[in-house]
């Protein structure tokens, strides 16, 4: 990447609502992290070095210390990614899943919206929704818990 790609990255990343970001091209490396308000100073790494980053502190949400505090056991259905957790298709719209659903394998379920991107989350397996884990609009990490779901 050139620094007009920086640049233009970093814009991208400070307008949006995601809290971290990493990308990985070739032997260049950037991982970009912010707190509330505030961004922080990108990390950049060469491949063959094999240094760590010192962490960056991050002040959590009140949510998301609730969600950390209660781990729920059982099948689950992960986000794939960083982003915006929609459970409608819009604010208007019926939600994609409500518990005591049953869902295909494919069906949709949510949208991650991802730097301005909407991404349909679909069931990777038949399932029995238990419990929606995380609310309309939360943002949420990547591996995060957001269906508690009963395999069928």
Do not use: H, W
Not at 28 to 41: C, M, Q, W
Request: proline share 6%.
């Amino acid at each position: 990447m050139d620094m007009k790609q920086i640049k233009a990255l970093l814009q991208e990343f400070d307008a949006s609502t995601l809290s971290k970001l990493k990308i990985t091209q070739d032997a260049f490396s950037i991982e970009l992290e912010k707190n509330i308000g505030a961004v922080a100073a990108p990390v950049m790494v060469a491949a063959p070095v094999a240094s760590v980053a010192a962490p960056v502190a991050v002040t959590a949400s009140a949510e998301t210390s609730a969600a950390a505090a209660v781990v729920p056991s059982g099948d689950m259905i992960l986000s794939p990614m960083v982003g915006t957790f929609y459970a409608a298709p819009s604010p208007d719209s019926a939600p994609f899943v409500k518990v005591g659903d049953r869902v295909k394998k494919g069906q949709v379920i949510a949208v991650l919206e991802a730097m301005k991107i909407m991404n349909e989350l679909e069931a990777e397996f038949d399932c029995k929704i238990l419990s929606v884990l995380v609310s309309d609009s939360q943002a949420v990490e990547y591996d995060m818990p957001l269906f508690a779901v009963e395999k069928l």
